[in-house]
Antibody, heavy 120, light 106 residues
Framework: EVQLVESGGGLVQPGGSLRLSCAAS????????MSWVRQAPGKGLEWVAN????????KYADSVKGRFTISRDNAKNSQYLQMNTLRAEDTAVYYC?????????????WGQGTLVTVSS | DIQMTQSPSTLSASVGDRVTITCRAS??????VAWYQQKPGKAPEVLMY???TLQSGVPARFSGSGSGTEFTLTISSLQPDDFATYYC?????????FGGGTKVEI
């Protein structure tokens, strides 16, 4: 059974940093692109970043480029999102999502999400 | 970025109704569109990919169509479990984008 479990969310002050983790199990992690998708309270879905199977290619939404860094450790079956210079508008539930087996860009499995609140 | 515009934003329907949700892209995305269902407090779940391919395990009452810039998700006979919010997503461009969502309510 595919499982994605996020951790690391919490309350942080504007300008602060936070690192999210996603532990994967039930599939061969190193064969899949992985992504982070977020959802602000009461709002829609926003793709944040993704990373290729080897960790050599990463892409970001313009809203987080230069502030967030996605990474992965295939030996630990985990991916991460380092979030710096956080803003109030980064407040959201952050989902870890697996990209489809064909690597085209849709998401076939999602974690339960972790809430990040940016507030003073 | 390719903008995805969904309509309607809210849809009132009854059990047994045929329901259609539309997603329009600001530029062509071929057939690289997926549809998701999200229930309150839960993660989204994929229903459809490549515009019209049903994900394994999804009931056949869900269908998708379209290509280029206009896409539709149809539920042939709405069931109680289908009351949820639906999102389209394009993956033609490396900058992945979602529609704003359609809430299907009673």
């Amino acid at each position: 059974e595919v499982q994605l479990v996020e951790s690391g969310g919490g309350l942080v002050q504007p300008g602060g940093s936070l690192r999210l983790s996603c532990a994967a199990s039930g599939f061969t992690f190193s064969r899949h692109w992985m992504s982070w998708v977020r959802q602000a309270p009461g709002k829609g879905l926003e793709w944040v970043a993704n990373i290729n199977q080897h960790g050599s290619v990463d892409k970001y939404a313009d809203s987080v480029k230069g502030r967030f860094t996605i990474s992965r450790d295939n030996a630990k079956n985990s991916q991460y999102l380092q979030m710096n210079t956080l803003r109030a508008e980064d407040t959201a539930v952050y989902y870890c999502a697996r990209t489809d087996p064909y690597g085209t860009g849709w998401f076939d499995y999602w974690g339960q999400g972790t809430l990040v609140t940016v507030s003073s | 970025d390719i903008q995805m515009t969904q309509s309607p934003s809210t849809l009132s329907a009854s059990v047994g109704d045929r329901v259609t949700i539309t997603c329009r892209a600001s530029q062509t995305c071929s057939s690289w569109v997926a549809w998701y269902q999200q229930k309150p407090g839960k993660a989204p779940e994929v229903l459809m990919y490549k515009a019209s391919t049903l994900q394994s395990g999804v009931p056949a009452r869900f269908s998708g169509s379209g290509s280029g810039t206009e896409f539709t998700l149809t539920i042939s006979s709405l069931q109680p479990d289908d009351f949820a919010t639906y999102y389209c997503q394009q993956y033609d461009s490396y900058s992945l984008t979602f529609g704003g969502g359609t809430k299907v309510e009673i």
